[in-house]
């Protein structure tokens, strides 16, 4: 970890700083020092961030020597535990915040202290989840829609990686804490570290010793165990260096579970959205539903960059504020929307150039590659939009201010739902310019979340100041 007071005054004028949608040309103070910030978190978040799926990739191809039912079951499997895994995002993001602001004030014990009731607080989520999930196996597996074929692998799969639950949700607390303490280079080690050792050790137990599918899981259940126990030793040393009891507190935990309360509804929220476009896609037709896989993928693959730059602001908002340097959270804000207006310009395009030949790996039906490039021009045009909403959400989670935006993410819900149905009653199944109002429709939700996200970012109520928020 880099060597750097959480103390630096700002000179940046107010009138300089109350504005946070980005003028490009204008030269703000500290812009050097906010930028070598910004890119010593968001740069090896990036790359943990993008490690997670490369490597899932790899698994998928270990499980796939087993034949279509036992790939199929891992599909379906691990939209059980991916969808688990974002609902409980909230434990690193809440983590995050919480250390910043204390680390940021000067009081790293108690950042310490906030770290490891997060880790109870995962351990003790991560055993409900074991005990509920375990005899709800068989009906998350049917809700899915899994055939009688490849029912079994994925009973297999999901029930032996529900036991790496308690590990897992370690692994997001402890990745908030160290980067609540600015460190993201850890987390990179750990992740890519857990990753190569889930490939190995799925080599060794599906293809040599012939475990199946369940093999595989058993792969994952190692490889997140042993990222679990470094974090916690990691936490544990930091603990002991600053007097720190590695007892829960239960106070420290239930502050934990109230601002994760709020992110959860923020997530869920999010993903009811995500879930919704997918849906009406579905009843537009075979083509437009593969189309929008193909787009949506697209869409997340470029949300990955926008995100490292959003974790980073948690950091740096957190650690300014708990300073109770408003001047510098500001200029920061400033900067970040800045690079994710940049990125989002570039992100457009790199779409506008690869979206005529985008269609050609995934299909030859000229319905659906139609459909595709008629998308892709809704997705580059949100580039930009998206990376200021990204930001902006990163920005205000690390001030603290969840409970806004639980509620911006609910009505923001609520805004989109008439969207959604309105689609639906104007366009024809099977037209090919169903997808693109559908597109649409997922704009104006963005647009909605950009300005409820930005017209909080422009006031002055997140702007709390101190170690703690209240």
Not at 175 to 204: E, F, Y
Not at 281 to 304: E, P
Not at 433 to 462: D, K, N, P, S
């Amino acid at each position: 970890m880099d060597n750097f007071s959480p103390h630096r005054a700002s000179h940046v004028p107010v009138r300089y700083c109350c504005t946070v949608m980005p003028t490009l040309l204008s030269a703000p103070p500290f812009r050097h020092l906010h930028d070598r910030e910004i890119f010593r978190l968001a740069i090896p978040t990036f790359v943990a961030l993008v490690s997670e799926p490369l490597f899932l990739l790899t698994d998928s191809a270990i499980v796939g020597t087993l034949g279509t039912q036992a790939l199929g079951g891992l599909g379906v499997a691990s939209q059980v535990l991916m969808t688990l895994a974002n609902l409980c995002i909230f434990l690193a993001y809440g983590t995050t915040s919480a250390v910043a602001r204390q680390f940021g004030a000067g009081d790293t014990t108690s950042g310490i202290r906030s770290g490891v009731d997060g880790l109870w607080l995962a351990a003790l989520i991560g055993a409900v989840v074991v005990l509920l999930g375990y005899p709800a196996a068989p009906w998350l597996v049917d809700l899915l829609g899994a055939s009688d074929a490849v029912t079994p692998h994925a009973l297999s799969y999901l029930r032996v990686s529900l036991l790496s639950t308690p590990a897992l949700l370690v692994v997001m607390a402890g990745t908030g804490v160290l980067r609540g303490l600015q460190d993201a280079t850890t987390p990179l080690v750990v992740a890519v570290g857990s990753n190569v050792a889930n490939v190995l050790l799925a080599l060794a137990f599906v293809l040599g010793l012939g475990w199946g599918i369940a093999g595989s899981a058993w792969a994952t259940v190692l490889a997140q165990t042993a990222g679990a126990v470094v974090y916690v030793s990691i936490v544990a040393r930091a603990a002991r260096r600053n007097g720190v009891s590695l007892a829960p507190s239960r106070a420290g935990v239930t502050s934990s579970a109230r601002a994760g309360a709020a992110l959860f509804v923020r997530t869920v929220s999010l993903r009811i959205v995500l879930v919704l476009t997918t849906a009406v896609a579905a009843r537009l037709g075979d083509a437009q539903i593969a189309a929008h896989q193909v787009a949506f993928q697209m869409w997340s693959l470029l949300v990955f960059a926008m995100d490292a730059i959003a974790i980073a602001g948690q950091a740096i908002i957190g650690r300014y504020l708990g300073s109770s340097d408003a001047g510098g959270a500001r200029s920061a804000t400033r900067r970040m929307v800045e690079w994710g207006v940049l990125v989002g310009l570039l992100f457009t395009a790199v779409v506008l150039l690869v979206r005529p030949w985008a269609p050609l790996p995934f299909t030859s039906d000229p319905q659906v590659h139609h459909a595709i490039t008629l998308t892709l021009l809704v997705v580059a045009a949100l580039q930009p939009l998206s990376g200021v909403v990204m930001v902006l959400d990163g920005i205000l989670m690390g001030a603290g201010d969840q409970r806004y935006l639980a509620w911006a993410s609910f009505w923001t819900l609520l805004a989109f739902l008439p969207m959604a149905a309105l689609v639906l009653w104007v366009s024809s199944p099977g037209s090919p310019t169903a997808l693109l109002y559908l597109w649409l429709a997922f704009g104006g939700w963005m647009v909605a979340r950009g300005l409820t996200l930005g017209l909080r970012a422009r006031g002055q109520q997140w702007v709390v100041l101190g170690a703690t928020r209240p």
